[in-house]
């Protein structure tokens, strides 16, 4: 993966996942607004653990391939 895709990814992570959790402070529980917001919450914790998998494998075969 290369380094400014994994940054550009983290980064659309790291906004879903704070702009959801701070509208999740806000909303009312059992509304359509806070059932989408929980959505993509939960799409950022996807996303952000998809980058963080793509790094590390891409880390360790890197780490391979420099000891062949």
């Known amino acids: 993966m290369p380094p ?6 983290l980064g659309w992570a790291v906004f879903l996942v704070l702009g959801a959790g701070v509208l999740l402070l ?6 359509p607004q806070f059932v989408v917001t ?25 780490k391979r391939e420099e000891s062949l």
């Open 26 to 31: 806000t909303l009312t529980p059992g509304t």
């Open 4 to 9: 400014e895709v994994g940054r550009m990814a």
């Open 38 to 62: 929980l959505f993509t919450l939960s799409l950022g914790l996807l996303l952000g653990l998809a980058v963080a998998a793509g790094v590390v494998w891409s880390r360790r075969r890197a």
